[in-house]
């Protein structure tokens, strides 16, 4: 039996196997929609495939080179069961543990995005699995820190504070305001300047929690597959769920804080 790590395997089955359905006397496999396939190669090659996808999600060759292995079916069928798939992110998860972040402004940013990140479906996890597996690339995590820059008004800093104001019902409420007095625009007692990031880091935190999310979604195969295959047995091998903490010397095991968790 051939020995091969789960990544191999799959882009094996999707670009090599499963292409062989669905044309004059191929097999109709597990049916998949072809819209949100096509939404994610649109992410990831900047244009609509304009070509019809098979049962598997890929599109099929136009000659005849028999049916697709079965150990490729097999990574198929396992790959259909993630349509229910589930996320979970721990309360304290962060995509950048590297980062010191000691004002906050990051956390904020992740914390605006994570409704957005919370709202995949498993047809999109089935989607980023098998473009990643046709393309041969796994998802880029990569990227630097920003910096920080301070909030100006007509190229002057910007002065806040904080006032305790009443709402419509009478309940005290905490505004934060203009910091300078009016005439004499001098900064009042107690105020303060503000900051902000010199990039936002919203799309870079959805990349590092996509790629977890693969990895998760690699491994469920894996498992699922793990002593069924034919001609194939699996290796040790499987995909970081969090690379950048593993070049920045971090370590995250089973670190609640970090988690990003896949249930079906």
């Known amino acids: 039996m051939k020995q091969i790590a789960i990544v191999q395997l799959l882009e094996w089955a999707y670009r090599h196997e499963l292409t062989k359905t669905e044309r004059p006397g191929g097999r109709i496999g597990p049916s998949m929609s072809s819209s949100w396939v096509s939404v994610?190669?649109?992410?990831?090659?900047?244009?609509?495939?304009?070509?019809?996808?098979?049962?598997?999600?890929?599109?099929?060759?136009?000659?005849?080179?028999?049916?697709?292995?079965?150990?490729?079916?097999?990574?198929?069928?396992?790959?259909?069961?993630?349509?229910?798939?589930?996320?979970?992110?721990?309360?304290?998860?962060?995509?950048?543990?590297?980062?010191?972040?000691?004002?906050?402004?990051?956390?904020?940013?992740?914390?605006?995005?994570?409704?957005?990140?919370?709202?995949?479906?498993?047809?999109?996890?089935?989607?980023?699995?098998?473009?990643?597996?046709?393309?041969?690339?796994?998802?880029?995590?990569?990227?630097?820190?920003?910096?920080?820059?301070?909030?100006?008004?007509?190229?002057?800093?910007?002065?806040?504070?904080?006032?305790?104001?009443?709402?419509?019902?009478?309940?005290?409420?905490?505004?934060?305001?203009?910091?300078?007095?009016?005439?004499?625009?001098?900064?009042k007692p107690g105020a303060y300047r503000r900051y902000r990031l010199t990039e936002d880091v919203a799309g870079l935190a959805e990349d590092r929690f996509r790629r977890t999310v693969w990895a998760l979604a690699a491994r469920h195969v894996a498992q699922e597959v793990a002593g069924r295959l034919l001609s194939h047995q699996l290796t040790a091998e499987v995909p970081t769920l969090a690379p950048w903490a593993a070049v920045a010397g971090l370590e995250l095991r089973g670190d609640p804080s970090h988690v990003v968790s896949l249930f079906l």
């Open 40 to 187: 994610d190669q649109y992410g990831l090659l900047g244009t609509v495939i304009d070509a019809s996808i098979n049962g598997y999600g890929v599109v099929p060759m136009f000659m005849d080179e028999g049916e697709p292995h079965p150990d490729a079916v097999l990574v198929a069928e396992a790959v259909a069961g993630l349509a229910d798939a589930q996320i979970s992110i721990g309360d304290d998860w962060t995509p950048f543990p590297e980062w010191a972040d000691t004002d906050g402004l990051v956390a904020a940013c992740v914390a605006r995005v994570r409704p957005r990140l919370l709202s995949i479906t498993g047809e999109q996890i089935q989607a980023m699995l098998i473009a990643r597996a046709v393309l041969g690339r796994k998802p880029d995590w990569r990227g630097d820190e920003p910096g920080r820059t301070m909030i100006t008004k007509s190229g002057k800093p910007s002065w806040f504070i904080k006032e305790t104001r009443r709402d419509a019902y009478g309940n005290p409420i905490v505004c934060e305001v203009e910091g300078l007095h009016p005439r004499s625009r001098r900064p």
